[in-house]
């Protein structure tokens, strides 16, 4: 049998699919495939990532496919900058250093991109936006969110209450 990390390199030169079904053949070739080194040759081959200064990309083990989380920093947030509507603080449970906290406004807009060059061809992706509501909060359930999608020249639509049921367009 070759040493772990000699698999390891091998499985590499692999697809991510193929590592997987490679996997199930013992105890040794699962644990080559889950080396670092495996994910990372497979990681630098397609992802150049320096653009993200506040997000995280995460890749999917099972498939091989990206996940990029944005943090609020890199949206753009209705009036993020003035102090007497937001405020950024560090917030322990989240998985960004920090974090947008709306104090008032009467308008929220929020955009965000990220390059499609970027994103695993052949694959569904799902767009959210993460959010925690203060129980002292109020109005956010008086007037409809409305979503908009846009990719290329196609756009998908839609609209509906935090907490309430959506409706498409």
Known sequence: MLPEDCLSVVISFTSPEDALRSSLVSSVFRSATDSDMVWERWWK????????????????????????????????????????????????????????????TDWLEVRGSIRTQMLSPNTSYGVYLVMQVSERAYGLDLMPLEMRLEVGNKVCCTSGFLGGQETEE
């Open 45 to 104: 081959q397609g992802n150049q990532l320096s653009f993200f200064s506040s997000a995280i990309l995460k890749l999917e083990k099972s498939t091989g496919k990206k996940c990029y989380i944005l943090s609020a920093q890199q949206l753009s947030i209705t009036r993020s900058s003035n102090p007497l509507y937001w405020s950024w603080i560090p917030m322990a449970e989240s998985r960004f250093s920090r974090v947008a906290v709306l104090r008032t």
